[in-house]
């Protein structure tokens, strides 16, 4: 915040996907006062872009792919909007003297830069990039606690988590437990997911998201990575993690405490509200989302996961365990055979297999720096490029 004004200014990093136009209908909903655009970026969906830029007047938008730039700057032409491109212009954008939180909603490994550069100037991150985590986890919350910055999380499990910990000592956590509304093929046996296609594996059941989030949660390869994420996010044991299936999404996490209560945080599934609580925490406002209406009638159910049919959170738990360059090699692997799995490359059943031969093969390192981290990224992915079943 600039000095007498109370507004807080959010750079919105992959402001044209599905989080990111969630996070601009909240910042529009809580009106200039209290919440401003104050830049955007985008990788290829230009157009996209500068429409968000015309509605929302922000000081700089970046596209990160330098080609459609000059398209950029012809349709903002006029305006005060002041067009960056590439890694540099994302850096400058973020640690902008003027910028207060930075919303990282980039998909994939992609996202870990500009939230490292975030950290490094003290910014308070809300991340709903989960892979910053999962890649270099040890290394990012040692980097905001060097800087004096702050995580703030995104995810609905992990705001769920967040939220249920103001109700107790973190000493005296028992467990979190993360829910998972099961995907599209709860239920399934292995021998039923054979011929999946990637428009089956598209369709979910309860939540709106690009597609590559779409098939890491029919794989759960999106809750393995939630889970990785939570050990680092919240400093946690990995026994002290555990999953449960629960259809409806309606409790997006809980904590159990030492003396056996458990604090759940309910919301209908919608990324609005825990959006609105990363960009205005400690505060709480109205939000644009649906209300819970707990006098309807309804039921919950829960169930444990099928570890033999979805084995991703049998990688996670290997992760968890490992540190250093396994949560690396999991996260590249994962990218690049959903991408071969979307191509009709590889099968669906395929894919946790392509992530187990990489996260085998790698170079593992307890320790790994930064650029030894990216070099794992860049070996798993060529890996399961060349990867037959």
Sequence with gaps: MERGDS??????????GSIGRSALDVIGCEG???????????????????????????????????????????????????????RDGVIRMVQDESTDRVLDAIVGAAGLEGAWAAL?????????????????????????????????????????????????????????????????????????????????????????????ISIDSATLMNKALEVIEARWLF?????????????????????????????????????????QYALTFPDRHPCPGPRLDLTRPSAWHFEPPDRETFPALDLADEVMRRG?????????????????????EIGFLDIPRACRAALDHHEYDPRPTLDQLWKVDAK??????RWTP
């Design 324 to 344: 250093g360059t396994a949560g690396a090699a999991l996260n590249a692997a994962n990218e690049s055979a959903v991408g071969r799995f979307l191509g009709g």
């Design 380 to 385: 798993a992915r060529l890996e399961v490029q």
């Design 120 to 212: 490094e100037a003290g910014k308070t991150v809300a991340l709903a990039n989960k892979e910053t985590l999962v890649v270099a986890g040890p290394l990012v919350m040692d980097l905001a606690r060097r800087r004096n910055a702050r995580l703030l999380p995104v995810d609905s499990e992990h705001s769920a988590i967040f939220q249920a910990l103001h109700a107790g000592d973190r000493r005296e956590v028992k467990r979190v437990i993360l829910t998972s509304s099961g995907g599209p093929f709860r239920g399934k046996t292995r021998r039923e997911l054979g011929d999946v296609t990637p428009e089956m594996a598209l369709k979910h059941p309860t939540w709106s998201m690009g597609p590559k």
């Design 235 to 275: 400093d946690l044991e990995p026994d002290q993690i555990e999953v449960v299936i629960h259809p409806e999404s309606t409790i997006h996490s809980m904590v159990e405490f030492v003396d056996g209560s458990v604090i759940a945080q309910l919301s209908p599934p919608d990324m609005r509200l825990p959006i």
């Design 7 to 16: 507004t807080t200014r959010v750079v919105v990093l992959g402001s044209t």
């Design 32 to 86: 200039p006062a209290r919440l401003r655009a104050h830049g955007l970026s985008a990788h290829s969906n230009w157009r996209r872009l500068a429409d968000q830029a015309r509605s929302s007047s922000p000081r700089f938008v970046v596209m990160t792919d330098d080609e459609p730039v000059a398209e950029v700057r012809r349709a903002l032409r006029g305006t005060d909007v002041e067009v960056l491109s590439g």
